[in-house]
């Protein structure tokens, strides 16, 4: 089994920059990709990124793409997500999950199963 935790979310104002972390707890080293998404109220979930944990590549969209950097601990098993720029647009439900994928859906929109989540840390920008 695994655990994710997120962390980090907070109110800020519009400009303003964010770090989230996902801590990994369990059998993590089974996983080898990390993605992070997010939820808004009345929106579906949206990925925002990826970390192909071997060798760190990471994928992002490019709704968020120069504004959002993912990066991971020397252990693997803290994920970061560091946001800049927030905007009112950025305000939602921030999660992580983890799962085993090859490189290529992994550094992907992969919308497949997803095998851990976290619980998700919420993330306000206002104007």
């Known amino acids: 089994q695994v655990q994710l935790a997120e962390s980090g979310g907070d109110s800020v104002q519009d400009g303003g920059t964010l770090k989230l972390s996902c801590v990994a707890s369990?059998?993590?080293?089974?996983?080898?990709?990390v993605g992070w998404f997010r939820q808004a109220p009345g929106k579906e979930r949206e990925g925002i990124g990826s970390i192909f944990t071997p060798t760190d590549q990471t994928y992002y969209p490019d709704s968020v793409k120069g504004r959002f950097t993912i990066s991971q601990n020397n252990y693997k098993n803290i994920a970061y997500l560091e946001m800049t720029g927030l905007t009112p647009e950025d305000t939602a439900m921030y999660y992580c999950?983890?799962?085993?994928?090859?490189?290529?859906?992994?550094?992907?929109?992969?919308?497949?199963?997803?095998?851990?989540w976290g619980q998700g840390t919420q993330v306000t920008v206002s104007s």
């Open positions: 369990g059998n993590f080293y089974s996983n080898n990709c």
């Open positions: 999950a983890a799962s085993y994928l090859h490189p290529q859906a992994c550094l992907s929109e992969y919308d497949g199963d997803w095998g851990y």
